[in-house]
């Protein structure tokens, strides 16, 4: 284990959410909330990180299955804080860096700050360093007691607070950067013996101040980030701060955001610059959006490589496509997962595709479906046109070679393989091969009966 680990309590339930999902699962800027500690940690340098689970802990180890460097300890029971730092202690024998300590439910620290927390505890040459926030209203929060030296000599939860102890104004925000064999040795010799009948972790504080270890705090700048999400008033809070760090961060690289109020761009997806993000736009996954790009109102993107200069027109989603530069997509287009769309490409209003390889300048502009299909460059697929891929039991491919012209109302009963440079006549439900430089046409003959009446009922 390296120098620093980091421990994040996260075993509530969370009463006040009034939900069936435990809390700290609730989505929160297009991921869990407890992802956002979790890489403030990563980030600050963690090495290891414990999560201290209780509720529904299958779902959250569910989340992080692919993460490294991530145990889970569980409290059965939640028995107070200073109880569940007591559940993750196996994990640390013989660990004799720092611990820092988080809050699941605490999502908006900054890593930075977690560093400068790091910093002063060091510097300090403390055991424990607090991180506090000046509040004016420091209702419901631990207070923190100081020594005259400015030391921290006590943490007082406030339903244990006397009055003059409630008018002290510097709150526990409950993150802490603790030495971890104090940490350990300390949480071992709590009691229960307050108003709330739990095992306060604050009351190590009182316990090393006694014995002479030095605790020492450090009080956050942008009280902002030790915003605790308890219910979904604060949850609605929390993930506005969290979309304005996110876009506030492209559009000063470069990117157009109309609303950033509306955008609702995960953490990580890389935009370029020039691109213009109009409102009610949703890009989540592991996207990139290329430069110069417009993605109108109401677009949902998961997952996509877009290259330069693509335009998605409003209404339209998009799901595991790769899209080369100057593409036009929708309106109200569905692209579901892997496609992968030549530069120049145009899929149209109504357009539907899904696993389709389509090569430079080809479309299919209108009220399309196109499925498990291999399509060359410059071919044109009429309006309407449907690939049949699927026979009840199993899928299969459609190729349509280069410059091939597929007129409107076409079905391909797949498998089916279309030469190069065909015309498939409106209309045509092709079932068989059709070889290069060829017109394809099945349509029944036309039967005009002269002098026809419609009959009225009387
Ligand atoms: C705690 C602090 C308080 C501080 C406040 C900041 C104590 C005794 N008090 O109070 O000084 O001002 O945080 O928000 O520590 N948890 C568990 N298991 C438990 C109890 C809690 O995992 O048995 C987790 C919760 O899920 C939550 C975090 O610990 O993520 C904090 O617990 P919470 O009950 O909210 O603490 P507070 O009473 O708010
Ligand atoms: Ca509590």
Wanted: contains cysteine; charged residues 20%.
């Amino acid at each position: 284990m390296g120098d620093i680990a980091a421990l994040i309590l996260a075993a509530g339930m969370g009463t006040r959410m009034k939900s069936g999902l435990v809390k700290v699962m609730h989505p929160l800027g297009e991921k869990p909330m407890i992802a956002w500690p979790v890489m403030a940690a990563r980030a600050a340098g963690a090495e290891r990180i414990i999560l201290v689970v209780g509720h529904q802990s299958e779902k959250v180890r569910g989340y992080f299955t692919e993460e490294g460097g991530l145990d889970f300890a569980i409290q059965e029971e939640q028995l107070g804080t200073g109880h569940a730092v007591g559940c993750a202690a196996r994990y640390f024998s013989g660990f004799k860096g720092r611990i820092l300590l988080l809050c699941g439910d605490v999502p908006l620290i900054r890593h930075a700050t977690l560093q400068a927390l790091l910093s002063v505890h060091e510097a300090g040459r403390a055991k424990l360093t607090v991180l506090t926030a000046c509040l004016e209203n420091p209702h419901g929060y631990g207070r923190v007691v100081k020594g005259e030296g400015g030391d921290v000599i006590r943490i007082v939860e406030e339903k244990d607070a006397t009055r003059e102890e409630k008018s002290i104004t510097e709150i526990n925000t409950g993150i802490y950067c603790i030495e971890a064999e104090f940490l350990f040795e300390a949480v071992s010799g709590l009691k229960n013996d307050n108003a709330q009948g739990e095992y306060y972790l604050t009351d190590i504080v009182k316990q090393g101040a006694a014995l002479g270890k030095k605790c020492r705090s450090f009080a956050v700048a942008d009280t902002e980030e030790i915003m605790g999400v308890n219910d979904r008033v604060q949850l609605a809070a929390a993930g506005k701060v969290l979309r304005r760090r996110i876009n506030e961060s492209l559009m000063l690289s470069g990117v157009t955001i109309i609303d950033p109020d509306n955008a609702y761009i995960e953490e990580g997806v890389e935009i370029g610059a020039d691109t213009v993000i109009h409102p009610n736009v949703h890009i989540s996954g592991a996207t990139t959006i290329g430069s110069g790009c417009v993605i109108e109102p109401s677009v949902v993107i998961r997952g996509c490589t877009i290259g330069n200069g693509v335009i998605v027109k409003a209404g339209s989603v998009m799901t595991e496509s790769i899209l080369r530069d100057g593409v036009a997509i929708g309106p109200m287009a569905h692209l579901r997962p892997g496609n992968e769309l030549g530069e120049h490409v145009k899929i149209g209003n109504f357009v539907e595709v899904k696993k389709v390889v389509m090569g430079e300048g080809s479309k299919a502009s209108h009220l399309t479906y196109l499925g498990d299909s291999t399509i060359g460059s410059h071919v044109n697929i009429g309006c309407g046109t449907i690939t049949c891929n699927y026979d009840g039991v199993s899928k299969h491919r459609t190729v349509i070679e280069d410059n091939v012209f597929v007129g409107s109302d076409v079905q391909f009963v797949a498998p089916v393989t279309i030469g190069r440079n065909s015309l498939i006549a409106a209309g045509t439900t092709v079932t068989r091969d059709v070889p290069p430089d060829s017109l394809a046409i099945a349509r029944a003959p036309q039967v005009n009966k002269e002098g026809w009446k419609l009959k009225k009922r009387d």
